[in-house]
């Protein structure tokens, strides 16, 4: 690092009034734009889940890009990525280009038939699905409750980016939690207020300005950072050594070598099922379903499928910042003194930007925590209203009463989130969206082989998914961090008769499946009813433009103005045979 690079790096203490400024002025506009959400598109009536929760299934090709890739590359993303290849280098952080790669061959796959599916009969979650295909309270219920809960600790990791992002711009600090937290109850609060008022609308408008910022930022930076660090060869050559010397420690202290450059040959499994479970797991996440079902037609989604990849392009060269703060020496130091590699990308950031574009850098990160969010919540929301509330609690309830608990339980999850953030280690929350990655795994049979076949049987599906669960749940428990020593320290271990690293999950699916075979065998030998399917072969090929789908939503608007105005009017059937009702 140069002399001029260590006054850059060394000067850090106190308010950036700038920076702070500019990230303030964004963030009104955004706020703005939230609240100004409710009109795009606009809606008669925003009292059903469809509107509120959907956006009233009426996004195209471009608003859907933008709102699915403002849902899976977060605000957290674009700290923890680069963090883990500061911190560890190209298994932990670099693993995730690769997974983003191989995860939209998957979802153009599966993706166009749950859309098609999802449309012909009103379907708003995966578990509504499922319910469907097997007329299955317990399974649909499992599916719901696991994606609820592996969603709130994604929720809480959000708040974590923008934590990360105002405690680099120097706000926070002391002894009084009211004032030390402040600018992130002010966030939460303006979050909770417009994701309230205009429902999944908010984050598709706003999502367009997280990602031009974010696109700009790393652009910028990939091409103006280098040049002040000695280039790649330096960058790279930098990254080498670090991981060297950190290897050298850890076997001097006894430990393991966990850190690599360039993966070995012992790093293979790992890197290749973290990859391969991630791709796989992403989109079983109640908030990418969301997203995807938002849009207008299932031409819509395979689109995506094809032009998201631009995100990836980003992600990787995102990632490689980690290795640039290593070159320029940036020390990732919180508020509380202690060393945080979450912290590296905002301090990068601050030490080498101009104040003013540091502040539209840590916009950008702010901004994009906002998005996922939002539809993070709005998702766990619809899960717990529509398949635990109307399905276990109320069952008349009207679409109106269903998107009116909707909007109550937004509100709670994000406060769950927020209490979460404030009370609990952040380490905790990372360890959680770790287990919940295992856990929302183990719900692909039951979601992603439906929707080819209904030859596996519900109770094998259920027995899979629970033998899946604890599997991994056990496992993730028993990894130990060599440095803390604390449980839940990581999601690979040893896979059983083959005796090298994987990622847990995969190794819990695969037992899943195994148990879900081995049950569908038995019950189909002992003739034991799978349940009815409420879903026909052409369900699975609609679009938009079907008749048959025109009828049922024309149906449904019209249930839900009736809805308006008699609270307790029941849906009737449509006279088209295999279909029912919209949910």
Do not use: C
Request: aromatic content about 12%; overall charge negative; cysteine-free.
């Amino acid at each position: 690092m140069t002399p001029e690079l260590t006054v850059l790096a060394a000067d850090t203490d106190g308010v950036n009034g700038v920076a702070l400024a500019v990230l303030v002025v964004l963030f009104l506009i955004v706020t703005v734009a939230g609240f100004m959400a409710s009109r795009f598109k606009r809606a008669d009536s925003m009292e059903s889940l469809d509107e509120w929760g959907l956006g009233g299934r009426s996004f195209g090709t471009w608003i859907t890009w933008f709102l699915l890739g403002g849902d899976l590359y977060t605000a957290y993303t674009f700290v923890a990525v680069p963090a883990a290849m500061f911190a560890t280098g190209a298994v932990a952080g670099f693993f995730a280009v690769p997974y983003t790669i191989i995860l939209y061959p998957i979802i153009f796959i599966f993706m166009a038939r749950l859309w098609s599916v999802s449309h012909r009969h009103g379907y708003v979650t995966p578990a509504d699905f499922v319910r469907g295909r097997y007329d299955d309270r317990g399974l649909s219920l499992a599916v719901a409750v696991t994606g609820f809960v592996a969603t709130m600790p994604y929720i809480a990791l959000q708040l974590v980016g923008i934590q990360a992002v105002l405690e680099v711009v120097g706000l926070g600090g002391g002894d009084n939690i009211i004032a030390k937290d402040a600018p992130l109850f002010i966030a939460f609060a303006v979050l909770a207020a417009y994701t309230y008022s205009s429902g999944l609308r908010a984050p598709a408008v706003i999502a367009f300005v997280k990602d031009i910022l974010i696109y700009l930022v790393i652009i910028v930076a990939v091409i103006y950072l280098p040049g002040q660090v000695g280039g790649w060869e330096a960058i790279f050559g930098a990254a080498e050594d670090k991981m060297d010397a950190n290897n050298a420690a850890a076997v001097e202290a006894g430990l393991n070598p966990t850190s690599s450059f360039v993966p070995g040959s012992g790093a293979f499994w790992a890197y290749a099922t973290l990859a391969l479970g991630s791709a796989m797991a992403l989109f079983m996440y109640p908030h990418s379903v969301t997203a995807s079902l938002s849009s207008n037609s299932r031409n819509t989604i395979r689109r995506n499928a094809s032009i998201l990849p631009a995100y990836s392009f980003v992600l990787g060269l995102l990632a490689l910042l980690g290795w640039v703060a290593i070159a320029a020496g940036t020390q990732p130091i919180g508020l509380d003194g202690e060393p945080n590699a979450q912290l590296v990308i905002p301090q990068l950031f601050e030490d080498m930007f101009p104040s003013w574009f540091a502040g539209v850098a840590f916009a950008a990160i702010a901004i994009g925590a906002l998005v996922p969010a939002a539809i993070m919540s709005i998702a766990a929301a619809n899960t717990f209203s529509r398949n635990i509330y109307k399905e276990w609690i109320n069952k008349g309830a009207t679409p109106a009463q269903e998107a009116k608990v909707s909007k109550l339980m937004s509100l709670l999850v994000k406060a769950f989130a927020l209490v979460f953030v404030l009370t609990l280690d952040k380490q905790n929350a990372i360890n959680f969206q770790l287990l919940g990655g295992i856990w929302i795994m183990q719900t692909f049979p039951a979601i992603v082989f439906s929707l080819f076949t209904r030859w596996f049987h519900r109770y094998g599906l259920l027995l899979g998914w629970a033998v899946g669960l604890v599997y991994g749940t056990v496992e993730a428990y028993q990894v130990v961090n060599p440095v803390t020593g604390k449980h839940f320290g990581g999601s690979t271990a040893l896979i059983p008769g083959i005796g090298e690293l994987g990622y847990i999950a995969v190794t819990a699916f695969v037992l899943n499946v195994v148990v879900a075979v081995v049950v569908t065998a038995v019950m189909r030998a002992m003739k034991v009813s799978n349940g009815h399917d409420e879903t026909i072969p052409f369900d699975y090929f609609a679009d938009a433009d079907d008749p048959r789908v025109q009828k049922d939503l024309v149906e449904h608007d019209a249930d839900v103005a009736t809805d308006a105005r008699a609270p307790h009017h029941e849906a009737d059937g449509d006279d088209v045979p295999g279909s029912t009702p919209a949910r």
